[in-house]
């Protein structure tokens, strides 16, 4: 007895004294990358009047961003164990940061799009390499409460973004949402050089070159098929071929690295049906999630004549139960498994969209609040146990190649969310007539939301498969070298 509580005191001891510095220094690098993600949301009408240009054209700002970005993260895992995952971090922060430099600096719409490919590029190694690190190095026990902690970053960024990007629109000018990142990419860029563990690079380790070139494209051509399908239709030819080509590339990929003994992504843990189990519901989440969050603040602003910072101010109580919901989340991860965390957070955020379905121009500031709340507090209790458990269901040693796999998808499934509520929302605006009134706007947005409850309703159920108890063994017994 005495040697159990000994090594719980010592377990405690090394969590709290070791994993937290690394934790602020991944966290930050996270935070810069993903705040940068959401940040131009709001900021878009007033690019289009600042370049003089039109708003299909400064989409391609956010589109390239996302394309680059999915297109970088499947290399993370090798360039991290050629490199070392330390080295890499810190090399894609300051990627990252120079080119947000060049974006405050740009003249005109193309410079712009050019220098956020490149953001893209330097910010879409930070989390896969961020999160296998953290995985890694976390006492088995304590991944549930490490995990999410992490997280953090991942749920006040979105949430954040529209908050800050407003204020400086507002009392400031659009280069400073891209100049605030290098006061922060300074701080994420120290930390991760005094705290990041140091680990030798493997210099044996095989780039499998066809493997490098078919995931990007692939990657990249369906996610820009989901964005065109948004603006365009499903039945524009841009549209249709780009999808076509990535289902194509995308099968070939699959069939090429089942094939190789070094591949780019280890898509044998595919072979785990808890794993598949676990990030189809994590899909399904995510899809939900990011498609009602983009809704948010379109609402406000649209139909409650809102502006972007007092928007923005509406979904703090969001970010106050999103903080609660993900450290809650990770204790009860560690102590009882994915099962009841997931129930729970699926349950809540399911009941916050069924209630958004119901909202006008003018429901009470109250119930909104109310309801982003609890949206809140079903994406802090899912979002990162969810992905724990599906990095649980891998061997150890293979987490750092398939941190890229979850990362990757779930860039693409957030593009889906966003783009298939946004695609329903546009469609249901345009049945309305020309001098439509606020309320009949309202009901436009309340009737999307039934799209984002549907998936979320999905992922309950299948949620209720899980098992009652995570079994750390399973996945230690698995892995090759165990046998």
């Given at each position: 007895?005495?040697?159990?509580?000994?090594?719980?005191?010592?377990?405690?001891?090394?969590?709290?004294?070791?994993?937290?510095?690394?934790?602020?220094?991944?966290?930050?690098?996270?935070?810069?990358?993903?705040?940068?993600?959401?940040?131009?949301?709001?900021?878009?009408?007033?690019?289009?009047?600042?370049?003089?240009?039109?708003?299909?054209?400064?989409?391609?700002?956010?589109?390239?961003?996302?394309?680059?970005?999915?297109?970088?993260?499947?290399?993370?895992?090798?360039?991290?164990?050629?490199?070392?995952?330390?080295?890499?971090?810190?090399?894609?922060?300051?990627l990252f940061v120079v080119a947000s430099v060049l974006c405050a600096l740009a003249q005109t719409p193309e410079q712009?799009?050019?220098?956020?490919?490149?953001?893209?590029?330097?910010?879409?190694?930070?989390?896969?390499?961020?999160?296998?690190?953290?995985?890694?190095?976390?006492?088995?026990?304590?991944?549930?409460?490490?995990?999410?902690?992490?997280?953090i970053p991942m749920l006040l960024a979105p949430i954040l973004g529209p908050i800050l990007s407003g204020w400086l629109?507002?009392?400031?000018?659009?280069?400073?949402?891209?100049?605030?990142?290098?006061?922060?990419?300074?701080?994420?860029?120290?930390?991760?050089?005094?705290?990041?563990?140091?680990?030798?690079?493997?210099?044996?380790?095989?780039?499998?070159?066809?493997?490098?070139?078919?995931?990007?494209?692939?990657?990249?051509?369906?996610?820009?098929?989901?964005?065109?399908?948004?603006?365009?239709?499903?039945?524009?030819?841009?549209?249709?071929?780009?999808?076509?080509?990535?289902?194509?590339?995308?099968?070939?990929?699959?069939?090429?690295?089942?094939?190789?003994?070094?591949?780019?992504?280890?898509?044998?843990?595919?072979?785990?049906?808890?794993?598949?189990?676990?990030?189809?519901?994590?899909?399904?989440?995510?899809?939900?999630?990011?498609?009602?969050?983009?809704?948010?603040?379109?609402?406000?602003?649209?139909?409650?004549?809102?502006?972007?910072?007092?928007?923005?101010?509406?979904?703090?109580?969001?970010?106050?139960?999103?903080?609660?919901?993900?450290?809650?989340?990770?204790?009860?991860?560690?102590?009882?498994?994915?099962?009841?965390?997931?129930?729970?957070?699926?349950?809540?955020?399911?009941?916050?969209?069924?209630?958004?379905?119901?909202?006008?121009?003018?429901?009470?500031?109250?119930?909104?609040?109310?309801?982003?709340?609890?949206?809140?507090?079903?994406?802090?209790?899912?979002?990162?146990?969810?992905?724990?458990?599906?990095?649980?269901?891998?061997?150890?040693?293979?987490?750092?190649?398939?941190?890229?796999?979850?990362?990757?998808?779930?860039?693409?499934?957030?593009?889906?969310?966003?783009?298939?509520?946004?695609?329903?929302?546009?469609?249901?605006?345009?049945?309305?007539?020309?001098?439509?009134?606020?309320?009949?706007?309202?009901?436009?947005?309340?009737?999307?939301?039934?799209?984002?409850?549907?998936?979320?309703?999905?992922?309950?159920?299948?949620?209720?498969?899980?098992?009652?108890?995570?079994?750390?063994?399973?996945?230690?017994?698995?892995?090759?070298?165990?046998?």
């Amino acid at each position: 007895m005495q040697s159990t509580n000994n090594s719980g005191s010592t377990q405690a001891a090394f969590s709290l004294k070791q994993i937290l510095p690394v934790l602020l220094a991944v966290a930050s690098g996270m935070f810069l990358v993903i705040l940068d993600s959401t940040i131009m949301n709001v900021a878009v009408p007033k690019l289009v009047s600042a370049f003089h240009t039109n708003l299909s054209t400064i989409q391609w700002v956010i589109t390239a961003y996302t394309l680059s970005l999915s297109a970088v993260i499947p290399l993370a895992g090798w360039f991290s164990d050629r490199f070392s995952p330390k080295r890499m971090f810190m090399t894609s922060i300051v990627l990252f940061v120079v080119a947000s430099v060049l974006c405050a600096l740009a003249q005109t719409p193309e410079q712009l799009i050019l220098f956020r490919i490149i953001q893209g590029l330097g910010g879409g190694m930070v989390a896969p390499i961020g999160i296998a690190t953290t995985f890694s190095i976390s006492p088995p026990d304590k991944r549930g409460s490490v995990m999410g902690i992490l997280g953090i970053p991942m749920l006040l960024a979105p949430i954040l973004g529209p908050i800050l990007s407003g204020w400086l629109i507002e009392y400031m000018n659009w280069h400073w949402i891209f100049l605030i990142n290098v006061p922060v990419g300074l701080i994420a860029l120290l930390m991760a050089w005094r705290y990041l563990p140091t680990a030798k690079p493997r210099h044996n380790s095989k780039l499998d070159v066809v493997g490098a070139l078919l995931a990007p494209v692939s990657f990249a051509s369906l996610v820009f098929a989901v964005h065109q399908g948004g603006e365009k239709g499903w039945s524009d030819i841009w549209t249709l071929v780009s999808f076509v080509c990535g289902i194509l590339l995308l099968a070939i990929f699959i069939w090429h690295e089942l094939r190789q003994k070094y591949p780019l992504l280890e898509l044998r843990v595919f072979r785990s049906p808890a794993f598949v189990h676990g990030i189809i519901v994590a899909w399904l989440n995510q899809i939900a999630l990011f498609g009602s969050i983009l809704l948010f603040p379109l609402f406000l602003q649209q139909a409650k004549g809102l502006s972007p910072l007092e928007a923005g101010l509406y979904v703090i109580p969001q970010a106050i139960l999103s903080t609660i919901g993900i450290n809650v989340g990770g204790k009860l991860f560690d102590r009882f498994g994915v099962r009841p965390v997931a129930l729970i957070g699926i349950l809540s955020l399911s009941g916050s969209l069924l209630a958004l379905t119901q909202i006008t121009a003018h429901t009470s500031p109250l119930y909104i609040m109310c309801s982003f709340a609890f949206a809140g507090l079903g994406q802090g209790l899912t979002l990162m146990q969810i992905n724990t458990h599906v990095l649980k269901s891998a061997p150890k040693e293979l987490v750092s190649r398939v941190t890229p796999i979850t990362t990757s998808a779930q860039q693409i499934m957030s593009s889906f969310g966003v783009t298939i509520t946004m695609a329903f929302l546009s469609g249901q605006i345009r049945k309305l007539p020309v001098d439509h009134t606020l309320d009949q706007l309202g009901h436009a947005f309340g009737s999307t939301f039934w799209i984002t409850f549907g998936f979320a309703v999905a992922a309950l159920v299948l949620s209720l498969f899980f098992a009652k108890r995570t079994d750390t063994t399973t996945a230690r017994s698995q892995s090759p070298q165990s046998k």
